[in-house]
């Protein structure tokens, strides 16, 4: 064993119950992925096990490799050199899948458990100093960056100046896969119908729905002068997943109108508002996202147009990372 990880596993540093010094998993390496004789020579660095480790959950070499900022084929070398290491093949890779060997799979627990014992390791180094420090890494849609993360973040800042917060926004229906990807540590996100036993939820806010419609003069709004509105008729933009999807969906269907009659799908609710505020048809999104939009004043809610269910908002993160000092300092400081 390389006198780094001689020294990771002797030194006398407090880790939780979960984690074990000479653990069964790395017992188990030893003897399966080096013939019983070897262990490995080379030692790899943090930023290699967390990328074994993203693209175990991802089986996908494009999404890993773009969650750290690098090509496909530059990830690929690494994984390559991952296995020289080790002396024994973790993935079987085509041109359309991916899949963990059985070597793979406790390198995996390996990579994380080494993950694991190093935020603990320097989480020991920050709390004789009794000051955090380190990245957080957030994932939002444009809307509630203004709308709900300011305040959130206001209070953690307060408490922990030295955090660096790294902010990326996207569209709100990605949220929950960001998060299960590990590509961030924390996102606002909806909740969903079933939420993943891997992801922790807390509740932000009730977040109402609402049909819009242009205010300008068009044929759409031309259309809903009419007596008797002809649903299948007028041109709908929808978000292209996620829960403002599926209630529409509900919402259309209780309407018995035949097929719906979709203009476009859209990424991301606020391209949505301002496909409505164009004139090019009607959308279902969230109130919130209404209201913090620059066309705001060029679209209208419709009223007794039928009930639409809300969603939950909250913050999200996955189950094993909750008790990261850095995560449990986020969740302390917002509630």
């Not at 959130?152 to 800042?157: K, V």
């Not at 508002?273 to 109130?287: E, Y």
Request: charged residues 15%; hydrophobic residues 40%.
């Amino acid at each position: 064993m390389s006198a780094f990880l001689t020294m990771l596993f002797t030194m006398k540093v407090s880790y939780p119950s979960h984690t074990v010094a000479k653990s069964d998993i790395f017992a188990s390496m030893h003897c399966d992925l080096r013939n019983n004789s070897q262990i490995m020579e080379v030692f790899m660095d943090q930023k290699s096990f967390n990328m074994f480790v993203h693209l175990s959950q991802t089986l996908h070499f494009g999404k890993t490799a773009q969650a750290f900022h690098m090509s496909p084929s530059t990830l690929s070398r690494a994984i390559q050199r991952i296995e020289q290491s080790v002396g024994s093949e973790l993935l079987l890779r085509d041109n359309r899948s991916v899949v963990l060997t059985e070597a793979g799979k406790k390198f995996q627990q390996y990579a994380q458990q080494q993950i694991d014992q190093w935020q603990v390791f320097k989480q020991s180094l920050d709390e004789n100093q009794q000051v955090l420090t380190g990245k957080l890494s957030v994932y939002c849609s444009v809307t509630a960056a203004y709308s709900h993360l300011p305040p959130l973040l206001e209070r953690f800042r307060q408490q922990h100046p030295l955090v660096e917060i790294m902010l990326t926004t996207g569209d709100a229906s990605d949220a929950l896969e960001q998060v299960q990807n590990k590509s961030v540590d924390f996102a606002i996100a909806a909740n969903p119908e079933s939420l993943p036993r891997s992801v922790y939820f807390q509740h932000l806010a009730t977040i109402p729905l609402a049909v819009i419609a242009p205010t300008m003069v068009c044929k759409v709004q031309q259309q809903f002068q009419s007596d008797v509105l002809s649903w299948s008729e007028i041109p709908i933009i929808l978000p292209e997943h996620g829960p403002a999807r599926k209630r529409f969906e509900l919402w259309y269907r209780k309407k018995q109108q035949g097929k719906a009659n979709i203009y476009a799908t859209v990424s991301g609710h606020e391209a949505l508002v301002s496909m409505v505020a164009l004139g090019c048809g009607v959308g279902i999104v969230p109130q919130v996202v209404v209201e913090n939009s620059p066309v705001k004043d060029r679209v209208q809610y419709l009223h007794g147009v039928g009930e639409i269910e809300p969603f939950e908002l909250g913050v999200c993160c996955l189950n094993q990372s909750k008790a990261q000092p850095l995560i449990k300092a986020f969740f302390d400081a917002i509630t």
